[in-house]
């Protein structure tokens, strides 16, 4: 007979290494139990259990002989059994996936109270109070989270009582008054869902136990994990833990606390506490908790255990910790911890210093940033000038700056994103329920609640810019407005400037000013520990990355800016940008031409300003590679829209010859799909003279910089290429024109000359283009519209959201690549091309070449670089170094 399968595990028997199967929380008790840490004991139900409750609606025949096993264990250990009517154990029922998923899933605690065990509770604990308090939480956790009852409900009953008594705060209720306010949750209880509140202990554990594996699949979680990329069919584990009570007293409290501060990376121990409350209370943000320094003042032998604690769990984790704690009766118990969730300047921060420590490798540390953090860091703040007085201040909970007008709820923000409008989503506390709000908005603002409130966690998590614990707001949100201290009245729809930085609030919009980390980057200079951090991890990227990284630019500041944030070269010089501006007419003349006379005339008032452009940027770029791509879009661009020109001449009397022309030159040129027309190639085939001019104007330029004392390294690159004859034909007539001004300025032009791939075909005959091509640069842009017959430039406004929310994408296949289909004719051309010709260089310059997951894919695939627009450069040193760790 083979052994049953076990789902379940008590803390001392599990460790970090089983989060697949014990979840983030219940690996972290494990291991801290095995460290000797003072966590109350408890065991874990598997994220397997979880999943076969989803899959079937009824737990594992065994799971239930399993939790008796440990429970029995459980109450031994504790020298109390669960419910017990003369002294109670209690225990805490919570979830736990293997990705935290902060606030998404339910918590249940105080299960083990009924109408006698309150008593026992009473009794053991002497607070009368405190046990009935204890019990009509536990109705209203229960009857919602498992029974379904709305809690609006059980506000109304606590208001009513509040009331009555012309109290505002929960602890004019006395045990009496709690006592009635017991039997009137269980009247809601019955009423709404007609049955009784189980006062069998067992029922409320297997009950809770259930309704936290239901709440994998609740909305809010199921939004969540979209947002973050985790798997939905991962399930979550649960863990019963005995219930230690933060408010017992003034000796008692609960807390939150960091082994350092995780909004900076600044070193040493950060948190809340909140004395006297019940765990729950600090991260709901309900109460404002107190800096956790005070717990020094308050109970200095708790404080000194608890830094003593988490150096104990940052030296073993290596990295940042968090953990939730509690004092009951000056003993200090540890409840949870993990390994903490950090802005992008906090892991920064931590990373480097923690290298620098010698605690973790160089290599351990440049893994724990990403691409994505550092573009964060470039983004602009606030430039606040001294006469800018702030509206409000408060905690400083997720760094940035945003702008957006205000709304007071999340269905508001939801609604005003859709519209294309910025917002900032105000409201006194978050919930879980504000998730989809707090996604649409840019900037989230709250009265209540510390750096560890659900506004600030979640906030942080996503990247956005939060303040909260603005306590001097009177928000009103039934009114849509809030009001300031000064008298100031603030109303839906006015706009607000909020820097979660610095934790202020601005009316208004202030301007931006340029980020530290930005200003370092282009000049190599730190000017404190955050950039010094990030230039110290990029050059670790930049030692051990494979791939180079180069620019996509057009100009010569943007091609110098980009040889300042570390490109290696020019992947993509987009030539059409030239043919825009005052020199229109020129490229309309080469358009209208009626003959060769005209259009060469045309092309030659064309030569001289391409020339000037090409020397400038191989300046810039001197002694680095500047791929040149010939003219790609079609023609019509140049020229001006149909229907405003058919307007214009229908609008006058006396139209204007030229434009009569104009027209009849858009007409002839008017393509139904004209991005799968003629462009790229096919136009330098058609026009005859511009390939010539085009590259004339290279080959003048590099015969100039080579005058001039310079090191051009220009690259010919044609588009479009479908097949081996389209780049053969273009190749000699390039060729020709090099030897040409070889001669003519009696220099040697060495001009490599490649295609870009950019259709299926070209990818499935790499081998046969190759043969004619000195490189190849994946147009991961049109190879993936080609790939996917999907419009680049429409398919993203029309059905992409819906594809995302059914999760037939997972990303935009234009932002991320499709490894398996447009990144499989990557790797067919990367084989057919380097087995024709070894030396084949190989590079991407589709926007894909600065998205961290597809560098580590073209790394894999064994590309020679990427590139990228200049501001993605630094991240995209980032990811390769990653890749190649
Ligand atoms: C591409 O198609 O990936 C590319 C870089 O070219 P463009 O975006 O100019 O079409
Ligand atoms: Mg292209």
């Known amino acids: 007979m083979s052994t049953p399968t076990r789902y379940v595990y008590e803390f001392a028997e599990g460790s970090r290494d089983m989060a697949v199967l014990l979840g983030g929380k219940g690996a972290g008790l494990a291991e801290m139990t095995r460290l000797g840490l003072p966590v109350p004991p408890g065991f874990t139900v598997t994220a397997e259990a979880c999943r076969t409750y989803l899959a079937t609606g009824r737990e594992p025949p065994e799971l239930g002989m399993q939790v008796a096993r440990a429970l029995a264990n459980l109450e031994r250990a504790m020298g109390r059994d669960l419910g017990r009517a003369d002294d109670p154990l209690l225990v805490s029922v919570r979830s736990g996936a293997r990705f935290s998923m902060p606030g998404m899933m339910e918590t249940i605690l105080d299960i083990g109270l009924n109408d006698d065990s309150v008593a026992g509770l009473a009794k053991a604990s002497g607070q009368e109070r405190f046990a009935w308090d204890s019990y009509r939480r536990l109705l209203q956790m229960f009857g919602h989270t498992v029974m379904g009852v709305d809690t609006g409900l059980f506000e109304q009953v606590m208001g009513a009582h509040k009331a009555a008594l012309s109290a505002t705060d929960d602890h004019a209720l006395d045990a009496e008054e709690l006592g009635r306010v017991v039997e009137e949750f269980k009247a809601v209880i019955r009423s709404e869902t007609g049955d009784d509140f189980p006062q069998d202990p067992l029922e409320q554990l297997y009950r809770a136990v259930r309704a936290v594996f239901g709440s994998w699949n609740s909305e809010r979680a199921r939004v969540y994990r979209r947002r973050e990329h985790i798997p939905d069919d991962l399930g979550t584990a649960v863990n019963i833990q005995a219930m230690v009570f933060g408010n017992l007293g003034p000796d008692s409290g609960t807390g939150v606390a960091f082994t350092r501060d995780p909004a900076t990376g600044e070193r040493g121990m950060y948190g809340d506490y909140l004395p006297d409350a019940q765990g729950e209370d600090v991260v709901s943000g309900v109460r404002n908790a107190v800096p956790l320094a005070e717990l020094e003042n308050l109970d200095p032998r708790a404080y000194g255990q608890l830094g003593d604690h988490l150096r104990t769990l940052e030296a073993h984790y290596r990295d940042l910790c968090d953990v939730e704690f509690t004092v009951e009766r000056g003993r200090l118990w540890i409840l949870q911890t993990r390994v903490g969730k950090r802005t992008a300047e906090a892991a920064f921060r931590i990373a480097h210093e923690l290298g620098e420590a010698g605690t973790i490798t160089p290599d351990e540390a440049l893994a724990r940033v990403d691409g994505t953090e550092l573009t964060r860091l ?23 700056a945003a702008v957006g007008v205000v709304v007071f709820d999340s269905d508001a923000a939801v609604r005003r994103a859709a519209e294309g409008q910025q917002t900032v989503l105000v409201r006194r506390e978050t919930t879980p329920e504000d998730l989809p709000g707090m996604i649409a908005a840019e900037a989230v603002l709250t009265s209540r609640g510390g750096k560890t409130s659900h506004a600030a966690v979640v906030a942080r998590g996503m990247g956005k810019v939060c303040v909260c614990g603005a306590d001097a707001l009177v928000i009103d949100s039934a009114a849509r407005q809030f009001t300031t201290p000064a008298g100031a009245v603030v109303r839906e729809g006015d706009t607000l400037s909020v820097d979660g930085t610095a934790g202020t609030v601005y009316l208004g919009t202030v301007p931006l000013t340029a980020s530290e980390v930005s200003g370092t980057l282009e000049t190599g200079m730190a000017t404190g520990p955050l950039t010094q951090a990030v230039l110290s991890l990029l050059d670790h990227a930049d030692s051990v990355r494979r791939l180079e990284v180069r620019a996509n630019a057009d100009t010569p500041e943007d091609a110098v800016r980009a040889r300042r944030l570390g490109a290696q070269g020019l992947g993509l010089c987009r030539t059409e940008h030239m043919f825009l501006g005052d020199r229109r007419a020129l490229v309309e003349a080469m358009i209208l031409a009626r003959d060769d006379t005209a259009r060469e005339a045309a ?22 590679p500047v791929t040149i791509r010939l003219l790609d879009p079609p023609l019509h661009e140049f020229l001006p829209d149909r229907t405003d020109l058919a307007v214009r001449i229908a609008s006058t009397a006396h139209p204007e010859p030229h434009d009569r022309e104009l027209l009849t030159a858009v007409e002839r040129m008017h393509e139904q799909n004209p991005m799968l027309g003629l462009r790229g190639v096919r136009l330098g085939l058609a026009v005859p003279g511009l390939v010539a001019m085009q590259v004339r104007a290279v080959a003048e330029a590099v015969a100039r910089r080579l005058r001039d004392g310079g090191r051009p390294r220009a690259e010919i690159m044609i588009p479009l290429v479908g097949t081996v004859e389209e780049l053969r034909l273009v190749r000699a007539e390039a060729e020709r024109v090099l030897v040409e001004v070889a001669t003519e300025t009696r220099t040697t032009l060495d001009c490599p000359i490649g295609t870009m791939i950019e259709l299926p075909r070209a990818a499935l005959t790499a081998g046969r283009i190759a043969e004619v091509a000195d490189f190849f640069s994946f147009g991961t842009n049109d190879l993936t519209q080609t790939t996917w017959g999907l419009s680049r430039d429409d398919a993203e406004a029309s059905f992409f959201p819906l594809y995302l929310e059914k999760g037939v994408f997972a990303a935009s296949p234009f932002e991320t690549l499709d490894q398996e ?8 051309a990367v084989e057919a091309g380097r087995a024709v ?7 991407v310059c589709g926007e894909h070449g600065g998205d961290p997951e597809s560098i580590h894919f073209f790394h894999r695939a064994g590309l020679d670089y990427v590139s990228c627009s200049p501001f993605r450069i630094p991240a995209a040193r980032l990811e390769a170094g990653r890749a190649a760790l």
């Open 821 to 828: 289909g447009v990144g499989r004719l990557v790797e067919l």
């Open 378 to 400: 470039m983004f602009p703040r606030f430039a606040t000038r001294t006469s800018d007085v702030p509206l409000a201040h408060g905690v400083p909970a997720s760094p940035g």
């Open 603 to 624: 092309l030659a008032a064309l030569l001289p300003l391409q020339r000037e452009d090409f020397t400038g940027i191989l300046a810039a770029m001197d002694g680095l």
């Open 837 to 843: 010709n070894s030396r084949l260089q190989l590079g």
